[in-house]
């Protein structure tokens, strides 16, 4: 099993510019998360997702889309890169059973917005 | 509100010591789930350990225990044995419903040989 993979590692943007933060699971996970990790601020939640075709907004949600298609996948979509979207994003997915939740991230994508 | 409040942004412990780091939690939610995450310099999050709301026992995982004291809101984590490599930095975290997920601002552990 891969666990959950994000790309790319590194991207640098142009202010306006748009782009899609990849981000997909093996492990079949119904929950998947978005998060931005600030200095300082710890991690904080933009959107997440309970099942294919369910979507929901965090804590941070303006200035990005996400869609779920599929249990693997869950993109999420910068629509016009401003500077204060620099930030590292981490991607991850959870389940629960009646006696334990687990969450798993994936190793981040570090953003740059000029 | 849902918060997640780590009160300790940095803290040193001795090789082999024990140490405490801080948690304390606010929502009205019944039903919440608590984490500890380790973010090494290298940048990964890596899952530590669970407590969930209704369980009435405190969360064990290897050298890592949860202190849960739910009257008081707070989900501390204890540490055993301290190693090098603990030196990290550690989120405590909180599950709400609909899996909404709440992270503390973290502490720097420094683990000195």
């Known amino acids: 099993n891969a666990g959950v993979t994000q790309t790319p590692k590194f991207q640098v943007l142009k202010t306006g510019q748009s782009m899609t933060l990849q981000c997909a699971q093996d492990?079949?996970?119904?929950?998947m998360s978005w998060y931005r990790q600030d200095p300082g601020m710890g991690l904080r939640l933009i959107h997440y997702?309970?099942?294919?075709?369910?979507?929901d907004q965090g804590e941070v949600p303006n200035g990005y889309n996400v869609s779920r298609s599929t249990t693997e996948d869950f993109p999420l979509r910068l629509l016009s890169a401003a500077p204060s979207q620099t930030s590292v994003y981490f991607c991850?997915?959870?389940?629960?059973?009646?006696?334990?939740?687990?969450?798993?991230f994936g190793p981040g994508t570090r953003l740059l917005v000029l | 509100a849902q918060k997640i409040t780590q009160t300790q942004p940095g803290m040193f412990v001795q090789e082999k010591e024990a140490v405490t780091l801080d948690c304390t939690y606010d929502?009205?939610?019944?039903?919440?789930?608590l984490f500890w995450y380790k973010q090494p310099s290298s940048g990964e999050m890596i899952f530590l350990i669970y407590?969930?709301?209704?369980?009435?026992q405190n969360a064990t995982e290897g050298r890592y225990s949860l202190n849960f004291q739910k009257a008081r809101k707070s989900a501390n984590l204890v540490i055993s044995a301290s190693q090098l490599g603990d030196s990290a930095m550690y989120f405590c975290?909180?599950?709400?419903?609909?899996?909404?997920?709440?992270f503390g601002t973290g502490t720097s552990l420094t683990v000195i040989p």
């Open positions: 991850a997915s959870s389940y629960l059973t009646p006696t334990k939740e687990t969450q798993y």
């Open positions: 492990m079949n996970h119904e929950y």
């Open positions: 997702s309970v099942g294919a075709g369910i979507t």
């Open positions: 929502t009205s939610d019944p039903s919440y789930g």
């Open positions: 407590q969930g709301s209704y369980d009435q």
């Open positions: 975290a909180m599950r709400v419903t609909g899996n909404q997920f709440y």
